[in-house]
């Protein structure tokens, strides 16, 4: 029986930011011999859709994504309004998600969460990712 891929759906509304974590999240996969494919949409509002799509297409679900506080409520719509989507179709559908949507507070914050240097949430995701397909399934990925 063929291992179904990973899909990664990468928001790239920060561009070093989502580069930042698909690469530390790729050098996981790739060394665990995981396929995976990405999908790359403008920004978090449109992971929803894409992930609804492709819900039965992967064994597992990787976002990534990064919303900075802005002066205005824009940011709590756009953090609300995606987790609340993305959860919905997770939790219906008991699929397994690393969901790494970066809420920060300033660009340097982003930085430091995405880089391979720092925290490495992207590489933290994608074992993540694995782990869930395990617990899902339960059965080795």
């Known amino acids: ?10 928001a790239d ?13 790729s050098r996981v996969l790739k060394e ?10 403008p920004g978090a ?7 609804e799509k492709y819900k039965n297409n992967f064994s597992g679900f990787i976002i990534f ?13 756009v953090v609300n309004v995606t987790s609340s989507s993305v ?3 997770v939790n219906k559908d008991k699929l397994p998600l690393a969901f790494c949507l970066l809420t920060v507070e300033n660009y340097q ?5 995405s880089s391979l240097e720092k925290k490495n949430l992207g590489a ?16 080795k990925f």
């Not at 509304?13 to 999240?25: D, R």
């Not at 509002?45 to 992930?51: A, T």
Request: glycine share 2%; with cysteine.
């Open 1 to 10: 029986m063929k291992k179904k891929k990973i899909l990664i759906i990468n």
């Open 13 to 25: 509304y920060y561009p070093e930011i989502s580069k930042n974590l698909l690469n530390s999240s």
């Open 32 to 41: 665990s011999n995981v396929e995976f494919e990405v999908i790359h949409v």
């Open 45 to 51: 509002l449109e992971i929803p859709v894409i992930l």
């Open 65 to 77: 994504g990064c919303v900075i506080r802005g002066a205005t409520s824009h940011y709590d719509l």
């Open 87 to 89: 959860y919905k179709i």
């Open 109 to 113: 914050q982003a930085i430091e969460r």
């Open 124 to 139: 933290k995701a994608a074992e993540t990712c694995m782990q869930m397909i395990n617990l899902i399934n339960e059965k």
